[in-house]
Nanobody, 123 residues
Framework: QVKLVESGGGLVQPGGSLRLSCTAS????????VGWFRQAPGKEREFVAAIGWSSGHEYYADFVKGRFTLSTDATENTVNLQMNNLKSEDTAVYYC????????????????WGPGTQVSVSS
């Protein structure tokens, strides 16, 4: 079974940047799509971005287009999310997950999740 761990969260000021990483163990990403979601307290988990590991196709939520960028590192079995020009509304716990679908923006399509990493954007 695939196990996922997120890292790279922290506290930054508005306009700052963070680079999140999602690393897999117990299996490769090769046959999955990998998605990033975020969840603020009292809010539903919402789609941020997803990438097909083998295809390289990328999908982004409208509110992060032009600010967030996905990349992969096959050697490290890692998917990265570079987050630039962060806003206070980006504050949330960020989760990575995997799905057997080619890609999905729906959280219920993901069958494995990491424990999440906190991103806080505040002046």
């Amino acid at each position: 079974q695939v196990k996922l761990v997120e890292s790279g969260g922290g506290l930054v000021q508005p306009g700052g940047s963070l680079r999140l990483s999602c690393t897999a163990s117990g299996g490769a990403f090769s046959r999955y799509a990998v998605g990033w979601f975020r969840q603020a307290p009292g809010k539903e988990r919402e789609f941020v971005a997803a990438i097909g590991w083998s295809s390289g196709h990328e999908y982004y939520a409208d509110f992060v287009k032009g600010r967030f960028t996905l990349s992969t590192d096959a050697t490290e079995n890692t998917v990265n999310l570079q987050m630039n020009n962060l806003k206070s509304e980006d504050t949330a716990v960020y989760y990575c997950g995997v799905t057997i679908a080619a890609w999905s923006k729906h959280r219920y399509d993901y069958n494995h999740w990491g424990p999440g990493t906190q991103v806080s954007v505040s002046s």
